[in-house]
């Protein structure tokens, strides 16, 4: 399983590949925000610039700060050139996220083959979905703001959210029904919850900066053990009960 956004906190949005029932999640912004890409080597160059600049800014700066200026004098480029590929902060924004969307796939538990451990594919998911995300920490942030100021991209988080959601929910009745999980919990609620609580805590402890008590920053190591092993005992794996 693999922990997703949810409607409330930034987690790792993720692209994921297509289900056996042909789900698939949507990509990590509106396609409808974007424009042909350019059909020149030069055309390219200079949007690739324009799309480096503007995260680079947004991170720094936050989404609501951020001015066109400092996108295109980040990239070196003349303010003009900026409306030849994007019309506004919010296309841009969108080209932003769907660059960046390689570097936060992971593959998930999906569907655990009979013979794989599935506590040991639960670890390596979640250490490859929290590294991915303090990777990409302050996009993160960056995305919790815009979904506070932009519906459009809010309403498409959430569905994003509720597609991981229904693909851990599945990996987990396909567990129930071999004996592996709990067959007394209700999976997609289980989903919910246990997805929720790793994206709230991947949120707390790199986009916050949340820190142990002896002052330390978590460390990622024992991020991953903690909360695999809550999932593991959550679920009731064998061996964890």
């Not at 029932?21 to 690739?48: C, F, I, N, Y």
């Not at 996009?139 to 459009?152: R, S």
């Not at 567990?175 to 919850?193: H, T």
């Amino acid at each position: 399983m693999v922990a997703s956004d949810s409607s409330t906190v930034p987690g790792m949005e993720t692209t994921a590949p297509e289900e056996p029932d042909g789900e698939q999640a949507p990509p990590m912004a509106p396609l409808s925000h974007l424009r042909e890409p350019p059909t020149t080597k030069r055309g390219a160059r200079t949007r690739a610039a324009l799309v480096k600049a503007a995260r680079t800014v947004f991170e720094r700066d936050g989404y609501l700060d951020t001015r066109l200026t400092d996108i295109t004098r980040e990239a070196q480029c003349a303010a003009g050139s900026f409306y030849t590929y994007f019309a506004n902060k919010e296309e841009v924004l969108a080209a932003v996220l769907l660059e960046a969307q390689e570097d936060m796939m992971h593959p998930g538990m999906g569907r655990v083959q009979g013979t794989d451990d599935p506590h040991v594919v639960l670890e390596a998911s979640n250490r490859a979905y929290l590294e991915a995300y303090k990777r990409n920490a302050k996009l993160m942030g960056l995305l919790e703001q815009v979904a506070q100021v932009e519906p459009e991209f809010r309403e498409f988080r959430r569905r994003r959210a509720d597609a991981f959601i229904r693909r851990n929910a599945r990996g987990i009745a396909d567990l129930q029904a071999r004996g592996v999980a709990d067959r007394e919990v209700d999976p997609m609620m289980a989903s919910r919850a246990l997805s929720g609580m790793v994206s709230v805590m991947a949120y707390n402890a790199f986009v916050l900066g949340e820190r142990q008590e002896e002052g330390a920053p978590v460390d990622l190591e024992e991020l991953v053990s903690t909360v695999t092993r809550l999932w593991a005992n959550a679920l009731r794996f064998p061996g964890h009960r």
